[in-house]
């Protein structure tokens, strides 16, 4: 092994080192998400506004799901929307966007469907 292959091979790790995305990193080592409780979307107050500060897709025992990070808790949203919100969900960031929960809709099933909007926040 070369003098030259080594010194090519720890500048390529030095270089990768310096590409990494330390907040990143550190935000997940930190479990900086961590500390927001889950609530259940049917949980949530009918008709209030809660801001979204980040949405992502999440891998869940059921599948693929959107987690919506909202100013104190978490909610996951059914799986109905995943398909539409994963395109979408780069624009769900620092409170420009609220989701408002409406209820439930009985839709002869064994459980009820659960209804919200989305709705873009004015301020």
């Avoid at 030095?14 to 500390?35: G, S, Y």
């Avoid at 994963?86 to 620092?94: S, T």
Wanted: aromatic fraction near 12%; charged fraction near 25%.
């Amino acid at each position: 092994m070369s003098l030259h292959f080594l010194f090519d091979f720890k500048t390529e790790v030095f270089k990768n080192l310096v590409d990494m995305d330390l907040q990143k990193i550190n935000e997940i080592c930190l479990a900086e998400e961590a500390f927001s409780p889950i609530v259940k979307l049917q949980d949530l107050t009918i008709n209030e506004k809660y801001l979204i500060y980040k949405a992502k897709l999440t891998k869940t025992n059921y599948g693929s799901s959107i987690l919506l990070n909202l100013k104190d808790k978490v909610v996951f949203l059914p799986q109905r929307v995943t398909d539409l919100f994963v395109p979408n969900l780069g624009y769900f960031v620092e409170g420009k966007y609220a989701l408002i929960y409406k209820g439930t809709k009985d839709v002869k099933k064994p459980l009820p469907m659960l209804l919200f909007e989305i709705s873009l926040n004015p301020a």
